[in-house]
């Protein structure tokens, strides 16, 4: 469907006066951050318009499929499976700038990036990701990738996780998880699970599996809480909440968690022979230092429009957003079309009907054969896909996460397609054969 833009006497005036600054470059729409939010949205304005001019800035020479990482971390596939050239992902009909953005002047309508250009637009779209704050751990950046010290949350351990695995021998291996939001909220289980299976298998009893969790439960919606619950209980792993992760003692294989008590927060010692961290994460600092941001550091948008609360001509989604979900690739699935419809309202100066729900979805795998498809609003309410109780743990849902959804990721979802069509009709359709008691 094409969509007429109008296009103001002062943004061509503008536009015109911009091509005689070299070092200034106009676009009617700027897109931050070439993820999945970034090129998604991208890929669906192009649809909805294919004469839009719009650039998306993204520094990155390759484009990973991140929630893989967990299933090279787990030993299910190997990390060249989720990687891909950033320029093969890229809509043919937007511009690539491949530099890092350092400044946002939203006043001026432009940004500046760190080869020095300046980038002017008529809209903006932040999608930048998130920020891993290895620092803020004491002793973690010079301790990962060896003795033990592992995160999935980075392509560059992933592997070594499970190398870890493989190789561990008895004692404690410990996962933790932050204060802070992070992206996939679930990853830190889906490990431990697979790790705790994996080690029963050649080690019988011979091990111990620790959840070191800031928070205080397993998972934040009830529903889905109440399984994992059942799901640590059922396989003897010790869960310690309020126990956040500050230091790490690689010389003597401690990990220092500050602990909430009655008294005040302490400082405990936790002897690990393998620890899987959870690192803090934040919104990238040019973000942190912008007038976008709010004052937690997030783009500060509208949990319904996905419009910013000052700047009418700027839309966030994505893990640097203010959104009140979980920070996943379904989210922002859901989150594109709602920005895309916006936009394209307030480019022609409509009103904006779109609104996100606050729809996500963890696939929580829970071992090598069965996972969770915790799919969720801003209510907390399930909001299952399939006509299937969403709490209880199914083969067919690990099979999802380990083929489908990276499948549709790179040919559906990314190319400005939806999916749901794809993966869950034909389900639909045996449920409607064969009632809701076949077992998928």
Known sequence: ?????????????????????????????????????????????????????????????????????????????????????????????????????????????????????????????????????????????????????????????????????????????????????????????????????????????????????????????????????????????????????????????????DVTTDKGIEAVSIHYDMIHVAPPMSSPDFIKQSPLANDQGWVDVNPYTLQHNRYPNVFGLGDASSLPTSKTAAAARKQAPVVVQNLLSKMNRQPLMAQYDGYTCCPLITGYRSAIMAEFDYDGNPTPSLPLDPTKERYSMFLAKVYALPWIYWHRMLKGEGFEADIFQPINQLLQTFGNDLKI
């Not at 943004?11 to 090129?39: C, F, P, W």
């Not at 940004?111 to 903006?124: R, V």
């Not at 560059?156 to 992206?183: C, L, M, V």
């Not at 909220?185 to 790790?195: D, E, H, L, N």
């Open 1 to 257: 469907m094409s969509v007429s833009i109008q296009t103001s006497h002062l943004e061509r005036e503008k536009s015109i006066l911009l091509t005689h600054d070299n070092s200034v470059s106009h676009y009617q729409i700027a897109i931050v951050g070439g993820g999945a939010a970034g090129i998604t949205t991208a890929a669906q304005l192009l649809k909805q318009n294919s004469c839009l001019d719009l650039a998306i800035i993204e520094p990155s020479q390759k484009h990973y499929y991140q929630p893989g990482w967990t299933l090279v971390g787990g030993g299910i596939a190997p990390i060249n499976q989720f990687v891909r050239e950033e320029k093969d992902v890229i809509p043919k009909r937007a511009k690539w700038i491949q530099d890092y953005v350092t400044t946002l002047d939203p006043e001026q309508n432009c940004l500046t990036l760190a080869q020095g250009q300046t980038i002017a637009y008529d809209y903006l779209i932040l999608c930048p990701g998130i920020q891993i704050d290895w620092h803020l751990i004491k002793g973690l950046p010079e301790s990962l990738g060896k003795g033990g010290v592992t995160s999935n949350y980075s392509k560059d351990y992933a592997s070594y996780t499970w190398e870890t695995i493989k190789n561990f021998q008895e004692g404690t291996a410990i996962f933790t998880y932050p204060t802070t939001p992070i992206k996939c909220g679930g990853a830190p289980q889906k490990v431990m699970y697979m790790a705790d299976e994996y080690f029963k298998r050649g080690l019988g009893k011979n091990h111990q599996v620790m959840f070191c969790s800031a928070g205080t439960k397993m998972f934040g919606v009830a529903a889905y809480n109440a399984t994992l619950e059942g799901v640590v209980k059922r396989r003897g792993i010790i869960t310690k909440f309020q126990h956040n992760l500050k230091e790490i003692k690689a010389d003597s294989k401690e990990a220092i968690f």
